[in-house]
């Protein structure tokens, strides 16, 4: 989606409902800073707020994702790429939370296991080798935690039976056993159990 188009459109149709920046942001319950974020490109609209700010522009989604107004006979064509689109975008987002995810749980483990080492190894005091040692198990299993926070919140996991893909709760995704990412777990809609994987999207 061009972000810079879209935001123009925002723009040309805001002054052309006679709104400011402050007025719009005003009845949408928002910053001006908001508003001019996404005039300039530099943000889009939230999914969340999109139909209302569509309602003040007298505009509808589609054409404020495609940035322009649409003549009925595009419209179709023009409502599939912009669905996927939108597709694409979720799916580098859970693409980018995945990446994450390793970034914050290598370093952790190693400095762990560092500090572990460092404990078992050296001349200290044993009140030292046991702070260090329980410090480093609960910096080890805090960031398992939020890690385990991120691959459930990102993307989907699927059925090995029905391909069902699903997001399992917290817990669900904690508890289960699990080889890398592939985990074992029941499925909600046919519920056998299988390795299931993790997936970036809904649909194929
Ligand atoms: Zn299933």
Sequence with gaps: ???????????????????????????????DRAVSKWETGKSMPDSGIMLELCDFLKINVNELLSGERIMAEAYDKRAEENLL???REVEEKNRQMLGTEYWIVFPTVISGLVMVFVASFTEMPVWLRIVLIVFAFVMIFTVAFIAVGIVQKAGYY???????????TYWKTNLAMHIGRTRYMKCPKCGKKSWQKKVLTKED
């Design 158 to 168: 699927e059925c090995q039976h029905c391909h069902h893909r699903y997001v399992p």
């Design 85 to 87: 689109a939108m597709r």
């Design 1 to 31: 989606m061009d972000q810079i188009k879209i935001g123009k459109f925002i723009a040309s149709c805001r002054k052309e409902q006679g709104m400011t920046q402050a007025v719009l942001a005003e009845r949408l319950g928002i910053s």
